[in-house]
């Protein structure tokens, strides 16, 4: 992963490789392409390209799976 962060590895992919006890916050795009039916694991998933970094030009979320209309926007406020 320290290679994802340096720029020197452009795309990681596998399932659930970065979804858990994973900071690669240079990370700008995920993509969901299974049912998530966990607020928790979408809030996760999502959160790691939603981090701020030095150089990040932006976040891409690409939801095949519909989690969006499940969960809410990962931006949206809950009521916890």
């Known amino acids: 992963l320290r290679a994802l962060a340096a720029g020197d590895?452009?795309?990681?992919?596998?399932?659930?490789?970065c979804r858990y006890g994973v900071d690669v916050k240079e990370a700008e795009c995920c993509q969901i392409v299974?049912?998530?039916?966990?607020?928790?694991d979408y809030r996760q998933s999502v959160g790691?390209?939603?981090?701020?970094?030095?150089g990040k030009r932006g976040a891409v979320v690409i939801d095949h799976a519909g989690?969006?209309?499940y969960h809410g926007f990962p931006h949206a406020d809950l009521p916890w």
Not at 34 to 40: D, E, G, K, N, R
Not at 48 to 54: E, G, I, P, Q, S
């Open 48 to 54: 790691r390209v939603l981090r701020r970094a030095a």
């Open 9 to 17: 590895v452009l795309v990681v992919t596998n399932c659930n490789v």
């Open 34 to 40: 299974a049912p998530m039916t966990s607020l928790v």
């Open 67 to 69: 989690a969006v209309l």
